[in-house]
């Protein structure tokens, strides 16, 4: 396990992944769930695991068709073993993110096994600021790379020359079902990506014998047999589901302005330079290393990586619907280019590349004396302060490691360099994410539901009028009724009339009506009610929210 003249035993390697998975669970359940994204799939899968239909997804009581239901299965098993809290809500994308970082790793030891490319490359991947930062949201995103990473990895070590007839049948059937697991995680992207890449990577080099080797029988069969079940189940019990799933979801979000996520075309970059710390500045030699001269009948893997990272990039650049986390299937490719050139790269040129980490995450250490001057009424100035003071936690814990990889560096030892920064990034981001939970719980409900523990009842009506926090019913522990509120809702409120409230008007007779009543709405709303005469008891006030209860 040693590289040029790193003093690193096998042990001493295997202690250092312990202590950054252990480092990588320890803080999932240091912040409360926010809003959207978050309290929607929490949600999702609480409300799988509490009616037991493990087919039909329901978010807040409602039909929800947008995504497949492979991370609400795995979101309610989380719930099942580790019991309903944000640990659990957050396990799936945290095993995601690691799985993901081991796949990396065996694959770079099987490609480039003279040159320690497998150490490095999980390095590379574990260290990545945007890898960390979502594999520690509950988000799709992260459960779709690890699908498509190991579509990706199953792939090339089936594709290699040397390859024997055992690892091509199996590595395929590998790569299938992956692909049905990235498919049943957020739809036909998991297919899209994997074929695209192929068919570009064949038309520019004019090589078609990977065609031949893709086991397209069995490996039907394995994709059909994983993936079709539950589409077919949902199908037969949700008329409508295909169009919306299909059509809607894949299509016209692609093609159309739907979903009002529009971005510029170099929306994607600026993320892809901020994510990829502390490894940015070696982007260019990557890029130029990928492109090596083989012999034309050998599959050639870098190319191959690269175009799919090119493709994941320009992909989603081009597409109508943005959202920051959906490059993060070309991070693993990127990841494996890496490993490969800090195998090969000198110690006196990494240290070169030391700095664009170092100097970005000093001037993210350096904001705190700075901070009021961002304050604002939805960004109050103790929870700004909350939050620099983390970053500047985070920065110092990188810096330090900086510094002593840069001590290695000069003894001619890059493994233990590499293992320093990709430590001291896990732990910047963790520490600074932990400093987030105090901008997270202005968009949360957990701090509300604790304090109006003491109005709730169990027959209680809890009512959400014009507005939806994704994270509330998840801390009730139960739906809330909506009314007069549709977005992403418009489906299932359509399919299940009687699931929401239209209008306030009969919002007011249900309110005047039930023996004991809560609802969530803004100020103005609370006006309006007021001016209708509702009798209602103000509990609890915040910048964007107020709750009452009936008198």
């Not at 809330?480 to 977005?487: C, E, K, L, M, S």
Request: glycine letters at 6%; proline letters at 6%; hydrophobic letters at 50%.
């Amino acid at each position: 396990m040693q590289n040029r003249t790193d003093p690193i035993t096998g042990n001493t390697y295997v202690l250092f992944w312990v202590l950054f998975v252990v480092f990588w669970f320890a803080t999932l359940g240091q912040r409360a769930l926010i809003h959207p994204d978050e309290g929607r799939y929490a949600e999702l899968s609480l409300g799988m695991l509490q009616s037991g239909d493990w087919v039909t997804p329901r978010l807040n009581g409602i039909l929800y068709f947008e995504k497949p239901a492979l991370q609400y299965w795995m979101g309610a098993l989380s719930f099942m073993v580790f019991g309903i809290n944000e640990f659990a809500a957050r396990f799936w994308p945290a095993l995601s993110g690691m799985l993901s970082v081991l796949a990396v790793g065996l694959t770079a030891r099987r490609l480039w096994p003279r040159e320690d490319g497998g150490h490095y490359a999980a390095l590379v991947m574990a260290g990545s600021s945007w890898v960390i930062v979502n594999s520690h949201f509950l988000t799709l995103d992260a459960g779709l790379m690890f699908f498509l990473t190991l579509t990706l990895c199953s792939f090339i070590w089936a594709q290699q020359d040397d390859a024997s007839p055992a690892e091509r049948r199996y590595g395929m059937w590998l790569a299938w079902a992956a692909m049905a697991g990235a498919t049943l995680s957020k739809g036909l992207i998991g297919l899209l990506i994997p074929a695209c890449t192929l068919a570009l990577y064949s038309l520019i080099n004019w090589q078609w014998s990977a065609w031949q080797r893709m086991q397209w029988a069995p490996g039907l069969a394995i994709f059909l047999a994983l993936a079709a079940p539950w589409f077919w189940l949902v199908a037969q019990r949700n008329p409508g589901f295909a169009y919306f799933f299909f059509i809607h979801e894949h299509f016209e979000r692609f093609l159309t302005p739907v979903h009002g996520r529009e971005e510029p075309f170099w929306y994607f970059l600026p993320i892809l330079l901020v994510g990829f710390v502390p490894w940015t500045s070696l982007l260019p030699r990557v890029l130029r290393e990928a492109w090596p001269r083989r012999p034309a009948a050998t599959f050639q893997v870098e190319r191959f990586l690269l175009i799919w990272a090119v493709f994941v990039f320009a992909f989603f650049s081009k597409s109508n619907s943005k959202l920051p986390s959906y490059i993060l299937p070309m991070f693993p490719a990127l990841a494996l280019l890496l490993g490969q050139t800090l195998a090969r790269a000198t110690p006196a040129e990494l240290k070169k590349h030391l700095w664009v980490p170092v100097l970005l995450w000093a001037l993210l250490g350096c904001a705190y004396p700075f901070i009021d001057r961002f304050a604002s009424a939805s960004s109050p100035l103790p929870v700004m302060q909350h939050f620099a003071g983390h970053l500047a936690v985070g920065g110092g814990i990188f810096l330090a490691c900086a510094a002593l990889a840069w001590r290695f560096l000069r003894k001619e030892q890059t493994l233990p360099a590499i293992m320093l920064l990709a430590a001291g990034s896990l732990c910047a981001v963790s520490v600074s994410a932990i400093g987030h939970d105090a901008f997270g719980r202005l968009k949360s409900s957990k701090g509300l539901v604790e304090q109006l523990s003491r109005h709730l009842r169990p027959d209680m009506e809890i009512f959400s009028v014009r507005s939806y926090d994704q994270t509330f019913p998840f801390y009730l522990g139960r739906p809330v009724i909506q009314v007069d509120y549709r977005d992403e809702f418009a489906f299932g409120q359509k399919a299940e009339p009687d699931k929401a409230i239209p209008t306030v008007a009969e919002f007011i007779m249900r309110w005047q009506s039930a023996p004991h009543a809560m609802a969530m709405f803004n100020e103005q709303t609370f006006r309006e009610l007021q001016q209708q005469g509702v009798a209602m008891k103000p509990v609890y006030r915040d910048a964007r929210r107020m709750v009452v209860i009936k008198p």
